[in-house]
């Protein structure tokens, strides 16, 4: 059993930054591949990026690719999204997940989910 918990959602203003973090219960963490998912008001949850057991290997949607970077501290049981040059199509709730899957990318393939951060870009 993993327990996620994010943090350091907010309110930014167009190119700005904010770096979330995911805290995980449980001495298994460094065995899971950890992913992070938004969800707008009104449209499906979409996966945003993944990372391998190591950190070794990472996985981004296209939309990101360049401004946020994920990253896994193992020793912390934490897992990273620093988002820069943030645009208001990046509002939305944030969802850190854990999948037993080597290289998960649809939600159906994570297995624990956190309880989601806000993140509001304004223009």
């Known amino acids: 059993q993993v327990q996620l918990v994010e943090s350091g959602g907010g309110l930014v203003q167009a190119g700005g930054s904010l770096r979330l973090s995911c805290a995980a219960s449980?001495?298994?963490?460094?065995?899971?591949?950890m992913g992070w998912f938004r969800q707008a008001p009104g449209k499906e949850r979409e996966f945003v990026v993944r990372?391998?057991?190591?950190?070794?290997?990472?996985y981004y949607t296209d939309s990101v690719k360049g401004r946020f970077t994920i990253s896994r501290d193992n020793a912390k049981n934490t897992v990273y999204l620093q988002m820069n040059s943030l645009k208001p199509e990046d509002t939305a709730v944030y969802y850190c997940?854990?999948?037993?899957?080597?290289?998960?990318?649809?939600?159906?393939?994570?297995?624990?989910w956190g309880q989601g951060t806000q993140v509001t870009v304004s223009s």
């Open positions: 997940a854990a999948a037993r899957a080597i290289a998960p990318t649809s939600r159906y393939e994570f297995n624990y």
């Open positions: 449980g001495r298994t963490f460094s065995s899971y591949s």
């Open positions: 990372i391998s057991v190591s950190g070794a290997r990472t």
